[in-house]
């Protein structure tokens, strides 16, 4: 009986890895569809935003940001209100974790943002509990950042993490054939 039921639970942790396997195998190609039907920049940028926020239940708000001079500027962003979009649309240089993210030129996540010094205050005012920041490369300088953010402690697991890590490396091809 006893092994019955541990092949019983091993048959269902084999199912229910497959079948996120699956899932994200299908976000993967959804996003690489989409960043892949234009070269127009700004197409390209909308349709990350959008294909991301169809296909990822665990974010809330999803934003790209372009390096320009010394500003971080929102290109493209989904489920974002107008007051927040006003505040964040150019990050000067050197603040947030938007800058922290180009700058060090590698991926952060916060599963809790109570224990974090580089959010800032728009991002606690509009219910950031947990986010991920990944940089985009061009010609092997940070450029920009893809920030994923959820208003849920410990959002993302390391399994999302990698998920979304090869998502922007799908996005971050696409801006730059469009560039």
Do not use: C
């Not at 079948?19 to 690489?32: D, F, L, M």
């Not at 999803?62 to 990050?91: C, N, S, T, Y």
């Amino acid at each position: 009986d006893i092994t019955g039921r541990k092949n019983a639970e091993a048959l269902r942790e084999s199912l229910v890895h497959l079948s996120r396997k699956n899932r994200y195998e299908a976000i993967i190609g959804s996003v690489t569809r989409s960043v892949h039907q234009s070269i127009d920049l700004q197409q390209v940028l909308d349709n990350a935003v959008n294909s991301m926020s169809d296909n990822i239940d665990t974010l809330q708000r999803v934003e790209i940001f372009l390096v320009e001079g010394d500003e971080a500027v929102l290109k493209a962003h989904k489920k974002m209100p107008e007051w927040f979009f006003q505040r964040v649309k150019r990050l000067p240089y050197g603040r947030g974790s938007t800058w922290k993210t180009i700058i060090e030129g590698k991926s952060n996540y916060v599963a809790d943002t109570d224990n974090d010094q580089a959010i800032g205050l728009a991002g606690r005012q509009i219910g950031t509990k947990s986010y991920v920041s990944m940089p985009i490369f061009s010609d092997g300088k940070a450029v920009g950042a893809l920030n994923i953010t959820s208003e849920n402690k410990n959002a993302f697991d390391e399994e999302e993490q990698k998920l979304l890590e090869i998502v922007a490396r799908q996005i971050e091809t696409a801006i730059n054939n469009a560039r």
